[in-house]
């Protein structure tokens, strides 16, 4: 084997492992691509209704100023032939001729004017010059597609693509495990900022020491745990009362404690106050049927004779 092929195996060796990083890379991307792809998907349906409306609109607007634009020429053409039965045709304005000489032209006019085809003033200007109605019915135009129309045609969009991601099942699961890893390793990486003394365990000296440091106080509370009582967040994640923390059970606890309070912990809490109504209740009849006794008792001693 000679040096040039030995070169040859290293770069081919080295295009492989390149090949696997990319492979690795798109992986990691292909979550995104599904949750788009699939929103995309579902806005079809609202896409096609959408193109129906700006039909209906942009037909309507375009026979009313083609209308006005054809009449205007009709006159134009039989002041100059004389001829009650002359071609209508714009002569002295080319912009009018351009944009508005017949229905396709109008149509395409108006759905340029809102996707940023043409400046909107280019197709105004030769309206100006038929009648300040025509004016009017597109400036109307303008106003009602830009304000009302496309504002709530993107507002449907996106309500659309976010129930739509919020509804696959498989989606939210990737989304939610993939949060969860990194929150934990986020938890786990805290953990070894407080435990100074690297025992693998934090004391409440060690946590109320941390507490005080503003930057970790803020990181607690950007990942949604409170920081306001110390003693009360450590007794709560201090579940076994040992006195000390473990990275497991403060990994644990604090996944728990994430954010807001949701149904479920509140279930929780109504079912073991509900326990602890219940145990206390019996507790207090056993107090009372003690109590009885401890009187019969004693009335029992009294009335009995002396020896």
Not at 212 to 236: H, P, V
Not at 257 to 272: D, N, S, T
Request: hydrophobic share 45%; charged share 20%; glycine share 4%.
């Amino acid at each position: 084997v000679n040096i040039s092929q030995l070169r040859m195996l290293r770069v081919l060796r080295l295009s492989r492992a390149v090949r696997g990083l990319k492979v690795v890379r798109l992986m990691r991307f292909m979550s995104s691509l599904r949750t788009l792809l699939h929103c995309i998907g579902t806005t079809l349906k609202s896409l096609f209704w959408t193109v129906m409306l700006l039909s209906l609109i942009v037909y309507g607007v375009g026979v009313s100023l083609t209308q006005l634009a054809s009449d205007h020429c009709r006159s134009e053409a039989i002041q100059e032939t004389g001829d009650a039965r002359a071609i209508p045709f714009c002569h002295a304005s080319h912009d009018l001729q351009r944009y508005w000489k017949n229905i396709p032209e109008s149509l395409l006019t108006l759905f340029m004017a809102i996707t940023s085809g043409i400046s909107w003033e280019v197709a105004l200007r030769p309206l100006a010059e038929i009648s300040p109605f025509a004016v009017i019915i597109f400036i109307a135009y303008i106003i009602f597609t830009y304000f009302a129309v496309l504002n709530v045609v993107t507002g449907v969009f996106c309500q659309s693509a976010m129930e739509s991601a919020a509804a696959d099942k498989e989606l939210s699961t990737m989304s939610q495990l993939a949060n969860q890893k990194q929150y934990t390793e986020s938890i786990r990486k805290l953990f070894v900022d407080i435990d100074g003394d690297g025992s693998n365990m934090i004391t409440i000296n060690e946590f109320e020491e941390a507490l005080g440091n503003e930057r970790l106080c803020a990181y607690l509370e950007s990942i949604g745990i409170s920081t306001e009582d110390a003693w009360a967040l450590f007794t709560l994640i201090d579940s076994d009362t040992s006195g000390s923390l473990e990275i497991e059970e403060f990994v644990s606890v604090c996944l728990q404690l994430r954010g807001p309070a949701k149904a479920i912990h509140l279930a929780k809490l109504v079912l073991e106050s509900n326990s602890a109504k219940r145990t206390l209740k019996k507790l207090w009849t056993d107090v009372r049927d003690l109590k009885h006794m401890v009187a019969e008792l004693g009335e029992s001693a009294s009335s009995a004779p002396l020896l």
